[in-house]
């Protein structure tokens, strides 16, 4: 069965810090992909960041960075120099074969200034 | 902006009532996924559709039905409308259906159900 994982219901980080967003999966996929999402206080999704399964190098957008480590099945999102927009719900997403999109429970991310 | 758009913004409707919220991909996409979240259940995966087929279908309630035209733009119809169906109703598209492909999500349709 396909799961996500985000142990981290909220987290403080000091404003120009870096962040780390922890996401574990759990798939018997060989081919799968990993996403990340940021949702403000106003509702929309926004798509950060992805992964997929096969590649060798962590997936970089930016100050967001992807921690790939598949052995240990998990995609960390990494944020540098958070800033005080960063604050947001943070999504981890994987997508396997049959197309479903499964989402993690969500991180509440507050950037102190 | 990412070029899913989604239509009513915000909805308050009665119980028992029946609403039909409406979706228009990015343009190119041919994949349409629906999405519920709300507070004590988080996002939820309702239904999907490719190229006006239903492909996959996750916690859709009965009363809840789904369909997407031939232009591609897809409705969620939501009947006998209950107070716990008050959430915000993601459309998001891809451009197919491999592993890889991103889903790109409108900016949400708030209902609420009073």
């Known amino acids: 069965a396909q799961k996500i994982t985000q142990t981290q219901p909220g987290m403080f980080v000091q404003e120009k810090e870096a962040v780390t967003l922890d996401c574990t999966y759990d798939?018997?996929?060989?081919?799968?992909?990993l996403f990340w999402y940021k949702q403000p206080s106003s509702g929309e999704m926004i798509f950060l960041i992805y992964?997929?399964?096969?590649?060798?190098q962590n997936a970089t957008e930016g100050r967001y960075s992807l921690n790939f480590q598949k052995a240990r099945k998990s995609a960390n999102l990494v944020i540098s120099a958070s800033q005080l927009g960063d604050s947001a719900m943070y999504f981890c997403a994987m997508r396997g074969l049959f197309n479903k999109f499964y989402f993690g429970s969500g991180t509440k991310l507050n950037v102190k200034p | 902006d990412s070029g899913v758009t989604q239509t009513p913004k915000h909805l308050i409707t009665a119980t028992g009532q029946r609403v039909t919220l409406r979706c228009s991909p990015r343009s190119g996409d041919l994949s349409v996924y629906w999405y519920q979240q709300s507070l004590d259940q988080g996002l939820q995966f309702l239904i999907q559709y490719y190229n006006g087929e239903e492909r996959a279908k996750g916690n859709i309630l009965e009363r809840f039905s789904a369909q997407q035209f031939p232009d591609l733009h897809s409705e969620l119809n939501l009947s006998s409308l209950e107070l716990g169906d008050s959430a915000l109703y993601f459309c998001a598209s891809s451009q197919s259906t491999g592993s890889g492909n991103t889903i790109y999500f409108g900016e949400g349709s708030w209902l609420t159900v009073v």
């Open positions: 992964q997929g399964s096969y590649d060798e």
């Open positions: 798939t018997s996929d060989q081919s799968y992909g």
